[in-house]
């Protein structure tokens, strides 16, 4: 069934569709009509699950830890300063590895108030624990709030769906609604690994010793940096999983094909622009422009941003001349955490490319990267924009990416720009 319909309601319709049984959830703009959304759904019967109003952001992912530590399937929904309301328990989630859905719809951070979109909410996220994916669009968003489910719910690990506020959430736009039959094949009920039960009363998180000990019944325990080891191994083999996911899910409903990235005329492409969210299709625009002039670019948009897909990034990027990533947040005292991001990832790909990047004159040195040897790799290019939602004109963008790739092939000691 195709519907048109805002962003928001394409999530409450993912949700529902999910079979969730706990919600949990405080109002906060621009997430709120998500949540109201679920709770008519609740209100009229169509949907089955438990609606839990809360006096704060806090209290919603305490309800919901709660409710999935039953073995119930939770969700709830934030925006901005109320995920940072929710920021103990937010790593308490990942912690216990409990596989909670939160689609996070991105807004701008206060002080100063602003309800705006930017990514910076959350950016500042990203070390906790969480899978963080973005949405482009609306189609992108019903379909990524099912597949977190499943994602969440093979590996043990809590799930952040973030999609733009505004620009997404109240914007209507066509998309098509699975169906119920379909995502009960794709999305199987949960079957936790542990849950609480009355009558078999436990503790559950309890302090733990830096070191391994023995426990009550005399084996062999874990000591808190086994569990902090485990996460981040699950989290890396997070990314084969979610594409093996993606594959089923293509397969059941003839669309998607790639869960980490999104290359845009990316193979023969000179110079690649890297970004998050809705902002990579409004680049695809400026692509097609400069492509006109000449210019070979591509786009390159991250759908899953934690665990970061070094390597397939890098299969994408190695062969290019430049990088430009261009970001709704910033790192403060440093840069953008994207841009960080992919020069870690493209650190062995110092070719012939670090000289037009103003490295040493003749420094090439063919390094082997995870993906194979990176021979003339790309300089990379950060850019902040859309700051607190200030606008992204496309011709705009298109001046700057002009500019920026001119400059680059005119002036080796270019160090970029900002605007």
């Not at 519907?3 to 309601?9: A, D, L, P």
């Not at 569990?227 to 998607?256: C, K, M, S």
């Not at 062969?319 to 709704?328: L, N, Q, S």
Request: hydrophobic residues 40%.
């Amino acid at each position: 069934m195709h519907v048109i319909e805002n962003g928001n309601v394409a999530a409450a319709l993912g949700v529902k569709l999910a079979g969730v049984q706990v919600i949990a959830a405080y109002p906060i703009t621009p997430q709120t009509p998500l949540t109201e959304k679920l709770s008519e759904f609740i209100e009229a019967g169509e949907m089955k699950a438990e609606y839990i109003p809360v006096e704060s952001e806090h209290s919603a992912l305490a309800a919901c830890i709660a409710a999935s530590s039953t073995g119930a399937r939770a969700f709830t929904a934030t925006s901005a300063n109320g995920l940072l309301y929710m920021h103990e328990q937010v790593h308490w989630a990942a912690g216990a590895r409990l596989p909670i859905v939160m689609c996070v719809v991105n807004r701008a951070v206060g002080a100063p108030w602003n309800i705006w979109n930017d990514h910076q909410d959350s950016i500042s996220q990203r070390d906790t624990g969480w899978i963080q994916m973005y949405a482009c669009d609306h189609q992108q968003i019903i379909d990524s709030v099912l597949k977190a489910f499943a994602i969440a719910e093979t590996v043990s690990i809590p799930v952040m769906v973030c999609y733009d506020g505004y620009l997404l959430s109240h914007t209507y736009m066509p998309f098509e609604v699975p169906e119920e039959k379909q995502v009960k094949r794709f999305l199987r009920p949960f079957k936790p690994h542990y849950a609480l039960d009355p009558q078999n009363p436990a503790n559950l998180n309890t302090v733990t010793l830096p070191d391994v000990r023995m426990d009550v019944e005399g084996e062999m325990a874990h000591g808190y940096m086994e569990f902090r080891y485990l996460l981040q191994e699950d989290l890396r083999q997070t990314l084969t999983i979610a594409q093996e996911i993606e594959d089923r899910f293509t397969q059941i409903f003839g669309r998607g094909g790639n869960a980490l990235l999104e290359p845009h005329r990316c193979n023969d492409a000179d110079y690649i622009v890297v970004g998050l969210g809705s902002l990579t299709y409004q680049l695809r625009d400026v692509v097609e422009t400069l492509r006109s002039e000449g210019l070979k670019v591509g786009v390159l948009g991250i759908r899953m941003y934690r665990p970061f897909p070094d390597e397939a990034a890098v299969e994408v990027l190695r062969r290019a001349r430049g990088v430009f990533v261009i970001e709704k947040a910033l790192s403060y005292g440093y840069e953008g955490a994207l841009s960080s991001d992919i020069k870690a990832a493209l650190y062995g790909c110092r070719g012939d490319g670090a000289d037009a990047a103003g490295g040493l004159p003749g420094d090439r040195t063919d390094v082997t990267q995870r993906g194979g040897p990176c021979v003339d790799g790309p300089f990379v290019r950060g850019l902040i924009a859309g700051i607190g939602g200030r606008d992204i004109r496309t011709a705009d963008l298109t001046d700057t990416l002009r500019t920026a790739i001119t400059g680059a092939l005119d002036d080796p000691g270019w160090i970029g720009l900002k605007i």
